[in-house]
């Protein structure tokens, strides 16, 4: 019978209050060869899976390079200094997978000594590591947890299409398709299918898909390719009704990746932020959060110049006000003004709107809002922005036959995933990550 | 207080049993306008909303055209001829946004009278057809079931990314994207990173995202957009492994959707198949199921030609077989020709694979199979597809460096909510859907 790695400790307490006397039943370990170190004769030999790592003695030198896949039958016994004080006694060792000697990095090495070019490039061999694949563990909570309470909260999951006839928010920024005789382009958000979805009646969606940005940036916090989580609902008054759910979402995800992914976090030296301090996190308007950078900068004596708008360097420092007077790592940032918001953001007046971004740990992770539900305010606005109703048909009926109040916002999960655990660079918070020069493996 | 429609029999029932005496108390109800009806100088408005209709009753004539959002305070009343027994007296009826009255088709009727041009066509306004809409609450469910049952049994969900350097099997079929200064592909399935991921030591993987086939079919059966729901698992002995596993999968999936979706199977007129007749469905090799075919083919006394491969009409044909046989709308078959597979497949011997396919009341919606995981194994093979090992580096890694015997399958998402449903074209059971002509909405 197969026993995972960690069951071994189970295994052993099942044979220890066993009646049965005598030699003890052997237990399968299957997995991967981590490490090997040799002592006396006797060889010590780490055993990966899919659950952790297990210690399985060996009598006398064994010839397995690393990586390579194995099946060892044997004995579970104590050993305070093995792994949860358990360790596999083995009969024999069955090379199911024999792994070539030349692997290219050490992969059971320390991450951060290897560099990211090597870690992206090697990708393959990379997520062996176990650090490294934690951040994925990690990854598939989040998902899982963002999924579960918006069902909770009687949201509906859609799969909508990736391919459309023309941007959301005009033509910039869109991967092209050859799609037969015609062309076609990558979605950015499945904005107006949430929309859509919305106003059938349906009032409340959720998406995890790929989104896609033909953007020319090369930072640590961009990807061209990222998994969007998109919620959007219908009854709402204005963003700070979608803020609210936010925080619930948001303290729903910290306490399922606290509660499911403890080694990996500590892996990583991460921490997740407390229900109180998420249900606490400030909202700043717009031009106070920009106000609040000043006074940071002003109070560091730095001489970097006044910002204007919302940058990553605004960001970290409306962060860093936060923690200090909030106590907490997450603001929500509001009213942003209407030239830096797409056309459908519902208005406050003729310079603000229903809009907001939240930062988390000094990267904005969000950006959502209100939208226009009303078709005449619609037709108003297109022009203003360059856009011509005609193009824009099959939107525009969503609003000409009915639309409630309705909101959405969109977390990039890449990039909760990089602050939950404190990675330098989104990059590595995306399992096969697509920047400019990076289209493989 | 907002009370959905389905609520309002519970809420008729906590104004019945307190003891609070005098006049009830109003609720909310805020949805759509469904349908309207006058009767004696009495307004009968059914208004829809994301858990049901409720009829609402207002004095005298409305001015409402259909589909426009309203929200409508009132007292709950007993009627033993509306819905539930229940409907909402109207206080008054605020408009919340009025729809225009020149809907171009009767989005309350019967979907099987609107033509499926209309529908597609006009999506945005075919999904508030709650028929229409009632397929994506299903799929909704068979997307969480997918997902719930394999984590439960130790499947770590992954995001991959869809743009790829070349095929998995090939060039063909593959849409090109415009990527920077270089060309990539959208991707037919995640082949390559599932077996990756299982390669890495997290053993057991799901993903649940498009695929993509530039395929010029246009048949009530494809779609060149899909949600593909992939699965790939470590030590596995045989497809036979597989098999159980996704017999298993497909039972819990088919029982979430029967205790979750009784109204929208009732919508439809179907049914799910009982966890036993699962459970028995049959696994027969691929020469003898084009046996079986042929000898259906002859019972009929039809003129039809013999098969020699797996046709559409050979599915049809073994399905009716095992329904009378075995009771039961599943099959599965297996070992599958080596010509008919991909290069990874896992052989027999010089003919057979370990392969399969399930056909499902009679369509196929799923193929899968034991993989190679042989490095050496594979560069013999490669060379018998026209592959060349340089060309598939990264890939190769994954076996050079210890991989376990393995294997997987995938499910399309849109074909199994077309024969839970029994809708006539798959394309009914994508959203958004994509095909040659179609990319829009």
Same mark, same amino acid.
């Given at each position: ?15 220890? @209050? ?12 299957? =997995? ?17 899976? +899919? ?85 994925? @563990? ?13 069902? *909770? ?5 859609? #799969?909508?299409? #990736? ?37 059938? =009646? ?18 640590? +916090? ?5 998994? *969007? ?21 948001? *303290? ?5 990746? @606290? ?56 960001? +970290?420092?409306?962060?860093?006000? @936060?923690?200090?007077?909030? =106590? ?26 229903? *809009? ?12 959502? =809002? ?72």
């Amino acid at each position: 019978m197969r026993v995972l790695a960690k069951e071994l400790k189970a295994a052993l307490g099942a044979i220890k @209050s066993s009646d049965a006397a005598g030699v003890p039943d052997e237990v399968l370990v299957k =997995g991967w060869v981590h490490r090997v170190r040799e002592l006396g004769g006797i060889s010590f030999v780490m055993v990966r899976d +899919r659950s952790g790592i297990a210690q399985v003695v060996v009598e006398g030198k064994v010839d397995l390079p690393l990586e390579s896949v194995v099946s060892i039958p044997g004995v579970v016994a104590a050993n305070d200094k093995a792994p949860d004080g358990v360790e596999l006694r083995a009969s024999r060792v069955d090379v199911i997978s024999r792994a070539a000697p030349d692997l290219p990095f050490p992969v059971n090495g320390d991450p951060t000594k290897i560099g990211l070019d090597v870690i992206l490039d090697q990708r393959p061999l990379s997520l062996r590591n176990t650090k490294i694949r934690a951040i994925f @563990s990690v990854q598939a909570t989040i998902i899982d947890a963002f999924s579960s309470f918006l069902r *909770s909260r009687g949201f509906t999951e859609m #799969k909508t299409s #990736k391919l459309i006839g023309s941007g959301t928010e005009g033509g910039t920024g869109l991967f092209e398709v050859d799609y037969f005789d015609t062309k076609v382009y990558l979605a950015q958000s499945p904005q107006f299918y949430k929309q859509t979805m919305v106003a059938t =009646g349906m009032e409340r969606v959720f998406e995890v898909a790929p989104a896609y940005r033909a953007e020319k940036h090369d930072t640590p +916090r961009h990807l061209n390719e990222y998994v *969007s989580m998109d919620v959007e609902m219908a009854f709402i008054d204005s963003e700070r009704d979608l803020i609210a759910l936010e925080k619930e979402l948001l *303290s729903s995800i910290f306490e399922a990746v @606290s509660s499911r992914n403890g080694d990996e976090l500590a892996a990583w030296g991460a921490t997740v932020p407390t229900p109180e301090s998420v249900a606490a996190a400030p909202i700043v308007a717009h031009d106070e959060a920009i106000a609040i950078a000043a006074r940071e900068v002003e109070k560091s004596g730095s001489s970097a110049k006044k910002a204007y708008e919302i940058s990553p360097e605004v960001e +970290r420092l409306v962060c860093a006000w @936060s923690a200090r007077e909030h =106590g907490g790592e997450l603001v929500f940032i509001n009213e942003f003004p209407r030239r830096h918001r797409p056309f459908y953001t519902f208005p406050i007046d003729a310079s603000r709107t229903m *809009s907001f971004d939240a930062i988390f740990r000094g990267l904005e992770i969000t950006t959502g =809002g209100r939208r226009h539900n009303e078709y005449q305010a619609l037709l108003d606005v297109l022009p203003k922005f360059g856009l011509k109703a005609e193009d824009l048909t099959d939107y525009l009926n969503v609003f000409k036959y009915g639309c409630p109040p309705h909101g959405g916002f969109a977390i990039g999960c890449e990039r909760l995933t990089q602050k939950i655990l404190g990675l330098q660079n989104v990059k590595e918070a995306s399992l096969f990550p697509r920047d400019r020069k990076r289209v493989r493996p």
